[in-house]
């Protein structure tokens, strides 16, 4: 008689940090590939990287360009989700990933930092690009110009592309839900944070 071989189960399991790393990669495949197409992308890259609806207001010195908003201005929001996903990876593999190899920290105040610690440097870096353009646009030297001639039809390049790129932001943590594999329980209170931001800061722009 011959030996019946014992059978082996294999279980397949899921590596969240796996998952996460593979979705940061097809991001940025899908990006390289864009980029690698020079028929298409030279006649549609501006719709990506810049903002669209561009006007020519005449002045007392000339001329100046100024923006309105549109549908065009979403295909440029989805290409900056993207940059905003990759520069999430790599705040969190260079920075935040080597502090908590030093901390030692518990799995929840692990991603309690991961939260936190994107939202310092998001924040950070909000806060001097708004200052910057606060600055160049004139709006220290000249505060009624934020009230004068309400409601404002145009906006300035540089506000525009700030906000284009803070909605971007909050739209990127979205997916970044899934990329982090955010605890089911933590889900509702930050899709509530991202809905709170998003809309406030879709109703300045829209609202000038």
Known sequence: MSKRRPSIHI????CPEVDGEVGYLKVQ?????????PLVTAKTAFLFILPQYNVSVPTA???LVQYHYGLKDLVTILFYIFIAIILHAVVQEYALDKINRRLHLSKVKHSKFNESGQLVAFHLTSMVWCLYVVVTEGYISNPRSLWENYPHVYLPFQ???FYLCQ?????HALPELYFQKVRKEEIPRQLRCIALYLVHIAGAYLLK
């Open 29 to 37: 495949i899908w990006l390289l590939e864009l980029l690698r197409w």
């Open 159 to 161: 506000v525009k592309f």
């Open 11 to 14: 279980r397949s399991v899921r």
């Open 167 to 171: 909605l971007a932001y909050w739209l």
């Open 61 to 63: 010195d000339g001329e």
